[in-house]
């Protein structure tokens, strides 16, 4: 079953404390990207890859790292969180055939 | 700047009654549309999406999307609702025929009253 994972769904950490949000594809995708949704302002972009240690800031980057050291991974690092990336945040990939998949969110409370 | 507007940030609606959930985008030569679903706390499923072709969509759960080039539109409609039908509705476009980065609205909050 195709499938974009990520972990944790759930995270609570404090202000500086530094977290990463993995996401995993089975899909063999070449591209994917991180978006954040918050109240009123739909989902934006943060960062995405083209490939394999290809990665470009989207439209929200600041305050975010990725890496994409294989295929299947792409985790999303805040080094030092603080209280406007309270968000709820999805990973995605895309291949042939023209359709994003999305993960399941990760909701991300910073104090 | 590319952009997708959802006029509608709420559409309350009577069971059985028919709805429309409006998207408007920026103009551009080559686009690619789509509308997603969030139900209460899940995540995104793809409802329906234009590629090419016919530009009546008809897509999952008795949803249908008519892509109107002249008015850069791409209106979701369904003639019935269902209470199960309340949740958050995206609409969304790709520009210059790229899939891989999608522009999203602000979203449409679909509440269906009994």
């Known amino acids: 079953e195709a499938q974009v994972t990520q972990n944790p769904r759930y995270l609570i950490t404090v202000t500086g404390k530094k977290l990463t949000v993995t996401c995993s594809q089975n899909m063999n995708h070449e591209y994917m990207s991180w978006y954040r949704q918050d109240p009123g302002l739909g989902l934006r972009q943060i960062y995405y890859?083209?490939?394999?240690?290809?990665?470009d800031k989207g439209d929200v980057p600041e305050g975010y790292k990725v890496s994409r050291k294989e295929k299947r991974n792409f985790p999303l690092i805040l080094e030092s969180p603080s209280p406007n990336q309270t968000s709820l945040y999805f990973c995605a990939s895309s291949g042939p055939g023209n359709t994003i998949y999305f993960g399941e969110g990760s909701w991300l409370t910073v104090v | 700047a590319q952009s997708v507007t959802q006029l509608d940030s709420q559409v309350p609606v009577f069971e059985e009654a028919p709805v429309e959930l409006r998207c408007n985008y920026s103009?551009?030569?080559?686009?690619?549309l789509f509308w997603y679903v969030q139900y209460p706390n899940q995540g995104l499923q793809l409802l329906l999406k234009y590629l090419s072709g016919s530009t009546l969509v008809k897509g999952i759960n008795g949803f249908e999307a008519e892509f109107n080039k002249s008015q850069t539109s791409f209106h979701l409609r369904k003639p019935s609702v269902h209470i199960s039908d309340t949740a958050e509705y995206f609409c969304a476009v790709s520009y210059g025929g790229a899939t891989n980065k999608l522009i999203f609205g602000t979203g449409t909050l679909l509440a269906v009253q009994p």
């Open positions: 103009s551009s030569v080559s686009v690619y």
């Open positions: 890859s083209m490939n394999v240690e290809v990665t």
